[in-house]
Structure formats: C-alpha cells, structure tokens
C-alpha cells in the first residue's frame, strides 16, 4: 500500500480503501463534522461510524461540506446490538440512511454477534438480520456486507443459512492483541479484517517496547502502529479529533517495518489492553 486511495479489495470485487477514519467517541455537532472534514481534507476516503457512536448525523453533514464526491469516499456504519432480527434490521437501516443522508452505504456491519438481549437466541436473531442485509444488498442499498466482533464460531452460525457471506469483520487487533485465532480463520475465509483502536485505545503510546521501535523507524508511536496494520494485512481505522494528529496518522506509507520487527512488536504483551469476548460483554 502506498497511500490512503489504496484499496484493498473485498470478496466480491468491491474497493475498499486501505485505512480509514474511525468516529467511535467523537461527539456529535461540531466536533465530529469538524474532525471528519479535516480527515477528507487530509485525503481519508473511507469513513467508520456506527449507530450507537450517535455521530451519524454529523458524518454525513460533513461529507456534504467536504465538497469531495460522495462517490469518492467509502462509508461504513454497524447495526447495534438491539436491532438484530429481521424487520429491525431494515429499520434500524432506514434509521442510519436518514441521519447519514444517504442514497446508498457502502458497508454495514452487524456491531456485536451476541448481545445480551439476544443471548438465549442469538444464531436466530442474527440469521434474521443476514436476511435482512442480504436483501438490501441485493437492492444495491449496500455495495458490501460484513460483521464486527465475531469469531469463527459466529459466523459459521451465518453461513448455515446465508447466500452471501460476509465480506468483512472489524475487531480489536493491535500490538499485544492480536486475535490469532480469528484472523486465521477470517482469512481462511477471504474476509478483510479492520482493526479497530489500532492504537489499543491510546494505551500503546505508554508502552516504552514500542516507543523504542518508533524511534528506531524515526515515527510516532501511532505511525508505527498504524504501519503495523498494514503490513500485517489489516485495515486499520485509526482516529483523532485533532487536525494535526489527522494529518500526522497519514504519513506512513514512505517506510516499512521489517518482518521480524512485525513479529516482534505483535507479541508485546499487555500494552494495548485486550478485545472482549463477545459471548460474554454485559451489551
């Protein structure tokens, strides 16, 4: 990859680019727009938001004031946890196309695979809600389909009763979380892994392991990490409300870290924190 236009692409022939902008906590109003219109002007074209982040509004508000082409940027939002099934599903989509301002989303996501709510019946609820997504995709209400926060397990649950699959999943993966099992099996799939809090929720910058390797490629903590990703094929979604910051998590495709320092980095322990297991998360 050698810029953010860059595009991985997906099981079904669709683009996508290679790191994108997350919004998760970035509050709705100006702070979100603001931030969104300085990572576009920054050359982001891929925006990550999601109904519970509550900023859906603002995303698309921002896009419109971009000026940049929406057929330019690639957008993403997830379904969440209380609206799994079928007809909440193509609610719940009307919901976020209307707050977005959208005519058509390029990627939806399932946030969670077991919410607490649907504990007891989740592979139902979830087989409801494919339908669901499998039929606006159809409708070329989405130009591509994936899940967020599953593991094998989950999404073998999908394929039993799917006619497509999923094309993405978005989890957890950093330096020291690194998900083994999941990625294996999600590549074994050909489906893209996202990373989400590739920073390990800013946990990463207080690790002295990784501060040494940043100043051994003469980077950022956070262009070291974000680097990471990359070479470890992910899809990193970094984010930051601060321009600067913004601009600086763009710059890192005129280096790379060696394959043993990849290696090496993914098996610090404990300095990102670690992924939920979403069987058990209270939401």
Not at 79 to 104: C, I, P, Q, R
Not at 140 to 160: M, P, Q, T, Y
Request: net charge neutral; charged share 25%.
């Amino acid at each position: 990859m050698k810029s953010l236009t860059d595009c991985y692409k997906l099981s079904n022939g669709v683009e996508i680019p290679c790191v994108g902008f997350g919004t998760w906590q970035t509050p709705d109003g100006k702070v979100a727009i603001e931030s969104v219109k300085a990572a576009l002007a920054a050359g982001y074209r891929h925006l990550d938001t999601a109904a519970i982040y509550g900023n859906e509004e603002s995303v698309g508000e921002a896009v419109r004031q971009s000026g940049v082409p929406r057929k330019e940027i690639f957008i993403t939002t997830k379904l969440w946890n209380d609206e799994h099934g079928y007809e909440s599903t193509l609610k719940a989509f009307g919901v976020s196309m209307k707050k977005l301002g959208l005519d058509y989303l390029d990627l939806y996501l399932i946030h969670w695979p077991n919410p607490i709510r649907f504990r007891k019946n989740w592979k139902e609820a979830n087989a409801g809600t494919w339908k669901a997504f499998e039929e606006l995709y159809k409708a070329k209400k989405i130009r591509a389909v994936g899940v967020s926060n599953f593991h094998g397990h989950h999404i073998d649950a999908i394929l039993e009763n799917a006619s497509i699959a999923p094309m993405v999943n978005q989890i957890r993966l950093c330096p020291g979380d690194t998900q083994d099992k999941v990625v294996e099996y999600c590549r074994g799939k050909n489906i893209l892994l996202e990373a989400y809090s590739p920073l390990g929720v800013g946990q990463v910058f207080n690790s002295p392991e990784v501060k040494k390797y940043a100043e051994k490629y003469n980077r950022s903590v956070a262009q070291l990490c974000i680097r990471w990703s990359l070479e470890r094929g992910y899809l990193p979604l970094p984010k930051s409300v601060t321009p600067e910051r913004i601009r600086e998590n763009t710059k890192v495709f005129d280096f790379e870290i060696s394959e043993a320092d990849v290696k090496a980095i993914g098996a610090l322990k404990s300095i990102g924190g670690s992924s939920q297991d979403p069987d058990t998360a209270d939401f």
